[in-house]
């Protein structure tokens, strides 16, 4: 990309950059909150733009004062400095362009969201239930590594251990531009600990991460809210399982449904259930952008298609693949720990390049 071209693409967002500074500062968009926020996310965005810019001037004023250094100086110890400072802004400028250019092609707007997770154990009966507990656990120490809080919202434990189902809530910088990689079908090969012959299973769990709804995103009205109340299940004490406070929502214009019974409150159940619920409304629609978007990048197939299969963690190898960048590691017990951060950069760098690839066709 041509310098003077890249920086004339960069000066109309320079002005958008301070008119957006200046609207977020009055007191009628103040007012409105709504407005307020999208013009706060859009200041954050070209903040960072600006910003590179800013480092691509100084990279190019860099270069030509350094020139002008080796032309005209005599000195030795000068020009060895001109030598250093030039090699190294003419290293960084090519390295500028393609972070512009990424900057410049729109990311999903849903990427600084917290998210809502959803694991459901598959094919493979117990054993399924089993691995979708220990998806569970990994995510819960990849998230804790994070430094991100996790709520857990509702769970079926399975008949023995782990979950059938299982719904945490994940709250952070970025965390569904993160986890959103996640979702799809996670298949486990190892010997169930059911199985008595020592013979190597398949099973399978699906994750679902989607981004959080907020009710600027989308008004649901108490009208068209059914709310029923029961007893919680699974451990949590006496007072969690005699008493109604479980909550269970149901959306009647569209038939969602969700339900939590983690607080002993059921004011604050109804309350996590609240999220939950403007979440998946939110999210009938935008699962359309999804699928236009999983049709032309293949790292976010598994969000547009829940049945495909993503990743195989092989246990008698010690060894993880995740299908759609053709990734293998063997590294096993790091990853089901909750180290699964090298794969998450990997599947990122994947979809940026996807993205430089798209807005340039």
Known sequence: MAESNLLGRLEGLVSRFEE???????????????????????????????????????????????????????????????????????????????????????????????????????????????????????????????????????????????????????????????LKYESGVHRVQRVPQTETQGRVHTSAATVAVLPEADEFDIDVKDSDIRVDTFCSSGAGGQSVNTTYSAIRLVHIPTGVMVQCQDQKSQIKNKAKAMIELRTRIYNMEYQKYIDEISSRRKTMVSSGDRSAKIRTYNYPQGRVTDHRINLTLYNLSAVVDGDIQHIINQLIVAENAERLKESEL
């Open 20 to 178: 957006v500074g200046t609207l977020i500062t009055d007191p009628a968009v103040l007012a409105d909150m709504k407005r307020f926020i999208k013009l706060n996310k859009e200041y954050s965005d070209l903040q960072k733009i600006v910003e590179a810019r800013g480092e691509y001037i100084q990279m190019l004023s860099g270069i030509q004062e350094a020139r002008e250094i080796l032309e005209t100086e005599t000195d030795p110890e000068m020009k060895e400095m001109a030598h250093d400072e030039l090699d190294s802004c003419t290293k960084r400028i090519p390295e500028l362009e393609e972070e512009i250019k990424l900057l410049l092609v729109p990311a999903d707007p849903e990427d600084n969201k917290n998210a809502i997770v959803e694991i459901r154990g598959g094919t493979g009966g117990d054993e399924a239930a089993i691995f979708a507990g220990d998806l569970y656990r990994m995510y819960v120490r990849y998230c804790e590594s994070k430094g991100w809080k996790v709520s857990l919202t509702n769970f079926n434990e399975g008949t023995n251990g782990g979950y059938k189902e299982v719904v945490f809530e994940v709250s952070g910088e970025n965390v569904y531009g993160t």
